[in-house]
């Protein structure tokens, strides 16, 4: 038997507002038999769910393709429901049956021609305003309806209810993209939410990122504009098949709303009293100018709740005022239920750790306010939330609450975690408690830090989009949660701030653009080394995962332009040591006082070089860009050669004597074969140095246990992983981490703390130590020739008195696992390999693989002592 058991078009079961000429669908396959395999497929798209009008029949296809085949029928038009099926065959000879219908729904299709205006409640630009804002509008239904689409946006967030109901759980809409050129509608069916007759369409809206505080530390305000605005389509569609549009225009009304003050760091003030909108003065509105062709559909995951956490401890701060502890860093808001007297106050505020005295620690927010402040409107229990805002916290104390905060119900409390909605796809577990809290840890600064683009850390006045962090932590979030969308998204965005002379900026959406001459730290606001790479090296992450070629020709330009820009400033096209770098950045090998590890810029950046150029050329080639190929190649193999008559000494020792230089050399075969051992020996021997412990920065530390246990020592890559003195990832575990801190010390063993300047608790650079977990200590990666687990491999990797460890990974191929355990000395393993895809175990000691067809498998292997 064989059965289609999930499709999925554009990555998403049943999507709508889906905007793409030609979807793609991916399906998953299940059989009891072993080596599975396709051979043939169908499938069928129509715009009736009983497939008799059909837009694409492609008949039986001989090819054994299960993941991005692209729509090929008939020109899809907008706002137009289209209902897919597949079936395919295996290589014993099986049909399945039909998958069951599944659909997606376009959205306006524009080409840059949104019809709605831009509608604004503000008279002119007041850039110095916080203030929400309502608008609305009475739409009467003339006939019965059968479907209410609303495709919206906003200069600023906004939030849009039917007849009081709210459209969606998403928040913070329409996210952050470079609002400069790309500005992204959603898309929501809001059919159940009208009634015959008369119903009242309400926006809110507020200053968010295009208008609100950025960089804080620079300073930045308004940096899109100074005036908010909203706009939206709805479609009616009536049971006789007509169809009416509504769009925003002058004939809406506007009113302040009760969010006095609201700002991304700095929280919000809202006065409930302030709710009642029919006793409110409705004033019209000004249509505004706005460049329409920036207006496009969404292309990657909404920002919705996720989780609630309620608190775990109610504490008392040294002035006797109480904190609740929710037990866990994270990124959201706090909903809370309150009575009291009309206009008394709830204030909250919210950090990540406490003092040593049990106080709040707000220092390391640094301008960042993170309070809420709420004024009753003293009619029974009233709830909140915010409305566009969000904190990093763990702690949250109660500065104004009214009634007794001796008898406070922590019920009434409750944290609610927002992120981009992004399937969970990876599970870790070893026998190692500590090793299973860090992989906790590390999917809390994921949860944390994918808050619609990658952020640094979700607390500070900062909270941006660090191509340097979301390069390093990639391949982790890529085992963790689907990120294929996620990252489409943010490298559309990327390519449209990447610089005319191929530069990248530092931060994506780019508000620093101008920060150097305010900032003492950037001498550059762009192209720096291994932040700037993330525009070559996040796209082929995510084909390596998720087999996904669309995103390399989207950013092939990308990587060619940057590859330009680098050769054009690299000495003789080879060594790259000019410019402005962070480099290793926060290594401990760092002069005092200095941010800047030890290791020359003129490593790291050609380090960083000859991979982007490696990408580059393997880009090219799948592509079908030969030429371009060929040029990249001898270009790789000059950088390659520059590289070691430069860094190695003719004897073979490598003349950067820092941990990161010789990890980033190992690891990115850049190490001449001779050599290798002696490179891995002084590797070893300068963790040793260290009594065991590393000290590289942001750019070595993701590679280090990785170029060690490809190199012959694993038991190194253990004795770092498992060291659980400072500086190490379990010390940090074992100080009652949640998450990954910034500073390997962001708090001291003497129990003192980093400098506040730059010392965030939820920074999840440093979990991307979470792929060796996957990839060599439970033993699951993907096989770059063969990516999206196509061909998986299997390399479990036991040690340091690790005893058992499994991971399970949902791939487009389906569920892959492993789980093995030592009993004596005996390795027993199991395995499970999708359908339609293959496996290559390789077990401790044998250098030949066991190839593996699609089934579950149990092994027993005598492990070598
Ligand atoms: C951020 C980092 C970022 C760095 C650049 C910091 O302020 O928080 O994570 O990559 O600056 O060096």
């Known amino acids: 038997m064989i059965k289609v058991s999930e499709t999925r078009c554009e990555y998403l079961i049943n999507p709508i507002g889906i905007d793409v000429k030609k979807p793609r669908f991916n399906w998953i396959l299940e059989s009891n038999g072993r080596d599975i395999v396709q051979t043939a497929y169908s499938i069928q798209v129509a715009v009736d769910e009983q497939f008799e009008n059909l837009v694409w029949n492609t008949g039986r296809i001989a090819n054994g393709k299960s993941v991005h085949i692209k729509y090929g029928g008939k020109s899809l038009k907008p706002s137009q429901r289209y209902h897919y099926r597949i079936s395919v065959e295996d290589n014993m000879g099986n049909h399945s049956t039909w998958s069951p219908g599944a659909f997606f729904e376009t959205g306006l299709m524009l080409s840059g021609n949104w019809k709605a205006q831009f509608i604004s409640p503000e008279n002119e630009t007041n850039p110095a305003s916080s203030q929400g804002w309502f608008l609305k509008k009475s739409v009467k239904l003339k006939k019965p309806l059968v479907s209410a689409r609303i495709y919206a946006t906003a200069l600023g967030i906004y939030k849009v209810q039917v007849n009081g109901n709210r459209v969606t759980d998403a928040e913070l809409t329409p996210g952050w993209t470079n609002y400069k050129s790309r500005l992204l509608y959603q898309t929501y069916d809001a059919t159940e939410l009208f009634n015959e007759g008369e119903n009242i369409l309400k926006a809110h809206i507020g200053p968010g990122w295009y208008k609100g505080d950025l960089a804080g530390w620079a300073g930045k305000r308004a940096v899109y504009g100074g005036r908010n605005a909203f706009s ?32 991304i760091y700095n929280g919000e003030e809202y006065d409930a009293r302030q709710e009642t909108p029919e006793e409110k003065e409705w004033k019209g509105v000004d249509v505004i100018d706005t460049d329409m062709s920036i207006v496009s559909a969404q292309d990657g995951p909404l920002v919705t709740p996720q989780e609630i956490l309620k608190p775990v401890n109610v504490l008392k701060d040294s002035s006797g005022r109480t904190i609740l502890d929710f037990g866990q860093n ?15 106050k709830v204030i909250l505020k919210h950090a990540e750790i406490l003092d040593s005295d049990g106080n709040l620690y707000t220092e390391n927010l640094r301008s960042a306010k993170q309070t809420i402040t709420y004024i009753l409107k003293g009619e029974g229990e009233e709830e909140y939330y915010p409305n566009f805002t969000f904190q990093g916290f763990r702690y949250v104390l109660l500065e104004e609450f009214p009634g007794n905060p001796g008898v406070l119900d922590s019920e009434k409390f409750e944290a609610v975690v927002l992120h ?46 660090w191509t340097g962090d979301a390069q390093v932590f990639i391949g982790t979030a890529s085992y963790l949660r689907n990120s294929a969308p996620f990252f489409t998204k943010w490298l559309r965005d990327l390519k449209s701030e990447q610089l005319p002379d191929g530069g990248i900026p530092h931060v994506i959406p780019d508000v620093l653009n101008d920060a150097v001459e305010t900032d003492g730290l950037l001498k550059s606001s762009h192209s720096a080394t291994g932040w700037a790479d993330a525009g070559v090296i996040c796209p082929w992450e995510i084909y390596r995962q998720y087999a996904d070629t669309r995103i390399l020709e989207e950013n092939y330009g990308v990587m060619k332009a940057w590859a330009g820009y680098m050769e054009r400033h690299a000495a003789g096209g080879t060594i790259w040591d000019s410019g402005f770098h962070f480099g290793d950045w926060v290594a401990l090998d760092a002069k005092e006082g200095s941010y800047f590890g030890a290791t020359p810029n003129a490593f790291t950046a050609t380090v960083f070089y000859a991979n982007s150029i490696d990408i580059t050329e393997k880009t090219a080639d799948l592509l079908g860009k030969k030429e371009d190929a060929e040029n990249y190649r001898s270009l790789y193999v000059r950088i390659k050669k520059a590289f070691q008559e430069e860094f190695f000494t003719p004897a073979g020792r490598l003349a950067v004597s820092t941990q990161t230089a010789h990890a980033l050399a190992l690891y990115f075969n850049l190490t001449p074969e001779s050599y290798k051992k002696r490179t891995v020996n002084n590797l070893v021997k300068l963790i040793e140095d260290e009594g065991n412990h590393l000290n590289t920065g942001f750019l070595g530390t993701p590679y280090l246990c990785e170029a060690l246990s490809r190199n012959g020592r694993l038991d190194a890559a253990y004795r770092l992983l498992l060291q659980e003195d400072y500086p190490s990832w379990l010390y940090q575990v074992k100080q009652g981490a949640t998450t990954i801190w910034e500073h390997w010390d962001g708090l001291k063993p003497d129990g003192s703390l980093w400098s506040p300047d730059m010392n965030s608790f939820n920074h999840y650079a440093y979990g991307s130590v979470g792929s060796w977990l996957y990839s060599a200590v439970a033993g699951i990666s993907a096989d770059e020739k063969a990516p999206g687990y196509k061909n998986i491999i299997f390399r479990p990797q036991p040690g340091g008195g690790i005893t058992s460890a499994s991971a399970a990974l949902s791939t487009v191929y389906g569920k892959v696992s492993i789980n093995w355990k030592l009993e004596g000395d005996t390795m027993q393993v199991s395995l499970e390999v999708p359908v339609n895809s293959t496996g290559e175990l390789y077990l401790p000691g044998e250098e030949l693989s066991i190839k593996l067809g699609s089934g579950n498998y149990e092994f027993s292997h005598g492990v070598p002592l």
């Open 232 to 263: 939206m389509v709805l479609n009616l569609e009536y049971l006789d098949g007509s169809i009416e549009t509504h769009i925003t225009d002058n004939s809406w009304s506007s009113a302040p709303s009760p969010v006095l003050y609201s700002e």
């Open 420 to 465: 981009s909605e992004m399937e969970q796809t990876g599970t870790f577990k070893c026998s190692h408690p500590l090793i299973n809290q860090l992989h906790k840890n590390i999917h809390w600064g994921m949860k944390g830090n994918f808050l619609d683009i990658p952020t640094d850390c979700p607390q500070r006045d900062e909270r941006l989009g």
């Open 330 to 344: 994270m990124t959201g808001w706090i909903r809370f239920r309150v009575s009291g007297k009309e206009g008394e």
